[in-house]
């Protein structure tokens, strides 16, 4: 499964690192730090890859089974 985030649709509401921290972080404007790429998860941290997918108000970040484009 891959994990990508959106910059442009993030709002900076922390909700997704809240809930992922061993997956997310965030940067010194309080934006979640991986805005703007994508990868692959490790398998033991997809429940949190999806818990921060569903915490995003935006959409800014989708979890699938295929690899975007820029992976």
């Given amino acids: ?8 649709k993030c709002m900076g509401h922390g909700r997704c690192y809240a809930v992922a921290p061993d997956l997310l ?12 790429t994508s990868w ?6 997809l429940d949190q890859a999806q818990e921060a ?3 995003c ?3 800014a970040i989708v ?8 992976a």
């Fill in 1 to 8: 499964m891959f994990i990508e985030i959106d910059a442009a």
């Fill in 25 to 36: 972080s965030d940067d010194d404007e309080g934006f979640v730090a991986e805005r703007g």
């Fill in 40 to 45: 692959e998860v490790p398998a033991d941290l």
């Fill in 53 to 55: 997918a569903d915490a």
């Fill in 57 to 59: 108000p935006e959409g």
């Fill in 63 to 70: 979890v699938t089974a295929t690899a975007p484009a820029d």
